[in-house]
Structures are given as C-alpha cells and as structure tokens.
C-alpha cells in the first residue's frame, strides 16, 4: 500500500465515516451547530439532508462525540422497517429487551422512559440516518413520540438526517402535522472549488502528511471537475489517484495520475452525470426565492453608536455568533461560538440563547427565550441588537411577549385538540438503566 512510499500514518481516504477527518467546511459547521440547537431546544425536529456521500454520517458522528454526557442517545440507522420493528430498536437503544411487547407495551415503556428520563435531569436524543427510508407509518409514530411533554418543554429531541428525497416525504400532504413540526432544515451541498483543495489538504494533513505537497497544485480543479465537491467520491478518486502514482513509484500526485484514476474508474465529469447537479439547481432556485421575498423584519447590529450590519429576516432561522460558520458573525471576545439563533414565522420573531457565556439582555434582564417586538433592544456581549418589524402594527400588538428569564410554557401552535397532552411528571425515583 502506498502510506510509507508517501509517508503517512493512515490511509488519508478512506470511505469509512471517521470523525477525526471530518472537514468542517462552512456548511458543514453550520450544519453541525444546528444539530447541537437540538440539546438545547426541544422544540420540534432538525432535518439534516444531503446527496449519496456529502458527509452527513461522518458529521453525526463528529457530533456524537461532543454530546454532553447527560444526554442520553439513541441512533438509528436501519430504516427500511416496520413501525413495531423501529419501536423495539429504539427500546434496544435504550437498554430494553423488547421483542416480545406488543405495540402498546412499546408505546408505554417508551413514554414511560423518556419521562422518567426528564425526571433525572437527563436529555434524551433521538438520531435516525438514512430518514429518506422511513415509511409514512413510521414518521408518523416519530411525530407522535415527539408530543411526549412536560408542561414546560418537549421530552425527546429529534434529528432527521437523509437524502433530498427526504424533503420530498415530509412535504407530503399526508405528513403535514409532522412537517409543521420541523423547525429547521438544512441541506449539505457540494464543497466549492476551493474547498475541495481545502478538504483534500487537511485529510492528508490528518494522516501525517503534514505540509507536505503530496498533490500538485494542477490537479485540484480536476478532482473537483470529476467529484464535483462530494466527498465521498474526492475519496475515491484521490485514494485511485495515489494508487497510480504508487505504482509508477512516485510520492506525490500528477494530473496525470488524476487522468489515469478517472480512466480506471470510468468517470464522466460529474456535471454530465444524469442529475449530477439538479439538486443544486433545486436549492439554488428555492434561495433567489427566499431572498426575493420581502423581509418581515431587520435586525441591526450595533458596536456603541455605529451600525455593523442590517440583517433583513425571513421566515426560518439564523444563527449569530463570533465563528465565520455563523449567519451572522459578530467578531468579538465577548460572543460565544454559537450565541443565540433568530427564529422567524409569518407571525412572530423569537430569540433564543444557545447556551452562551454572557447571555442575552432585554431592558437588562437576561432571558432564555423572548419574542421581539419592534424597537426591542438585545444587548448581546458588547454589542446591541436593535430589532425592527417590518409587520402590520396591529399584527404586533397581538403578540404576547415572554416573561424574562422565563421559557414559553405553552403548546406548539400545530398541537391539536385532544393530542399531545402535558405528562405529569412522576415522584417516585427513576429506574436506574
């Protein structure tokens, strides 16, 4: 094998999901902050999707590895199953024998966990990878799972991860409870030109290639011609392109090792693959439109008396903090990584504080969770927040703002009559797992 002709440690790409080699592009960041909103938030599912080998795998785990030991964890990743076959591997996840229940034990001994779960203090998690799988049936008893509540938050968070094709299942008319449940969703497209470079650089620099040029400079826009910035199959045709120069004892890749991997492997150029770049045509449509629709409000970001930015917001969600994978950055020692996250609808804005260090301020009082209303003034670090909605006034006046301090108690506005209802909470002890 070729590692000590080239000198490295391990296999730089390998097709296997290893989080050590993750390569957080800005995407990817983004994508995994949104992830870690759910330990904090319980409010409805995160819908992570992407195309074959767009990383999203190698992510979750990324993400597994920074859980807080508190939250307990289930991950599923066989899908194409029944309703009774998805409870009981659930159950398995958590610890129980349940292959012998009936549905209703299932439905029981799970409500009965999560709570008991909630009682000790303890989050609890749910992962489903190749959601795209899932059948009507099964989605539908992840919605009803995820009504399990208290009477201050949801129980189980949910993150979904898939395909495209899973967009397509939860738009379904048949599905409309369960889509109005999701609160966000974010799709993993191809790494750029540039990135690619980037990705490769760091994999070998993972694999002990350190600042080695192991890859002529030439030979990067031919990978991404041929990969077309999906990383999986960057793999494949670096790890092929190596295997050539290894035989013609070489330590470092040519473009004509590239030409000579993409002839072995048959490639055409990725953008002649039938559907290789409709799904980005797709999100870049869905984007213009977005960005066409006038904003329902502004956000302006102030240091003292000068205005950095205006952040015109749209109905779905964005994410401030100091790091570039943000929405919005705020450069400053005083904002947290990830510091807090806008939520928009058609009726309302909301704040939510993502954990951060030095925490949200409104007429200073700190708060967890606020709906804004026009004129509202976030202090955020050392900066301010100045909040103008852009709706009809007598729309504003019907909103009921939150309390400081204190997170909203009440219903999702999707929940029906008759479903969903509080769980009281038990006193005996949780049953030790």
Not at 38 to 52: L, R, S
Not at 211 to 221: G, H
Not at 325 to 348: K, L
Not at 372 to 388: A, F, P, Q, S
């Amino acid at each position: 094998m070729y590692i000590e002709p080239f000198h490295l440690k391990e296999l730089p790409f390998r097709l296997s999901p290893d989080p050590q080699f993750l390569f957080l592009s800005k995407q990817h960041a983004r994508a995994k902050a949104y992830m870690e909103s759910t330990i904090w938030f319980a409010d409805g599912f995160v819908v992570i999707t992407g195309e074959i080998g767009a990383g999203k795998t190698t992510l979750i785990e990324s993400f597994l590895r920074d859980v807080p030991q508190d939250v307990v964890v289930a991950q599923i990743n066989q899908t194409q199953v029944s309703a009774v076959d998805f409870l009981q591997s659930l159950l398995a996840q958590f610890g129980f024998s349940p292959f012998k229940m009936k549905k209703s034990e299932l439905l029981v001994t799970l409500n009965n966990f999560l709570i008991e779960q909630y009682a000790a203090g303890r989050r609890v998690l749910l992962i489903v990878d190749e959601a795209q799988n899932l059948s009507q049936r099964v989605l539908e008893e992840i919605r009803m799972l995820s009504g399990v509540e208290t009477t201050k938050e949801k129980v189980l968070r949910i993150i979904l991860a898939g395909q495209p094709e899973l967009n397509a299942k939860l738009d379904a008319p048949e599905l409309v409870q369960l889509n109005q449940r999701v609160r966000l969703r974010f799709h993993l497209s191809a790494l750029s030109a540039d990135e690619t470079a980037e990705y490769i650089r760091h994999r070998l620099a993972i694999a002990g290639g350190a600042d080695r040029q192991i890859f002529a400079p030439d030979t990067f826009a031919e990978i991404h011609r041929y990969s077309g910035g999906v990383p999986r199959l960057i793999n494949t045709l670096c790890d092929t392109a190596m295997m050539a120069a290894y035989s013609d004892d070489r330590d470092h890749v040519t473009a004509a090792d590239i030409a000579s991997a993409v002839g072995e492997l048959q490639w055409v150029e990725f953008a002649a693959r039938p559907g290789g770049m409709a799904t980005t045509t797709s999100i870049r449509q869905r984007v213009r439109h977005d960005v066409a629709m006038p904003p329902l409000a502004r956000l302006q970001v102030l240091d003292g008396s000068h205005t950095q930015q205006e952040i015109p917001l749209r109905p779905g969600r964005i994410i401030i903090g100091r790091t570039p994978d943000n929405d919005v950055q705020i450069d400053s020692r005083f904002i947290s990584r990830h510091h807090c996250q806008i939520s928009t609808t058609h009726q309302a804005c909301i704040i939510e504080d993502l954990n951060s260090t030095n925490g949200l301020y409104v007429r200073s009082l700190r708060v967890h969770r606020h709906y804004l209303r026009d004129g509202d003034v976030v202090l955020i670090g050392k900066h301010e927040l100045i909040y103008l909605d852009e709706r009809m006034p007598h729309a504003r006046a019907n909103l009921n703002d939150t309390l400081p301090g204190i997170p909203s108690l009440g219903h999702d506005d999707d929940t029906l009559a008759g479903e969903d209802l509080p769980l009281e909470i038990p006193t005996v002890s949780p049953r030790t797992q």
